[in-house]
């Protein structure tokens, strides 16, 4: 898994792996984002990389997660 932030808002996107069923996955990353607050997965898309991988875009900022994240 890679994170990283939209250039253009700042929000946390999350990169990772090809899922078998990708609507439970993002359950998945919902559950995982709820200790942050109240932010969820906003949408999807293949990413532009050399493997075939998944960017998930949230509605938490990555800055913020940064700062959660090391507490």
Known sequence: MYTYADKKDGK??????????????????????KK???????????????????DFKTTLDYKKYLEKSQD
């Open 12 to 33: 946390l996107i999350i990169r990772c792996e090809i899922p078998d069923n990708v609507f439970y996955f993002i359950e998945i990353l919902n559950d995982f984002l």
């Open 36 to 54: 942050y607050g109240r932010y969820k997965v906003d949408s999807f898309w293949l990413a532009k990389c050399k493997k075939m991988r998944y």
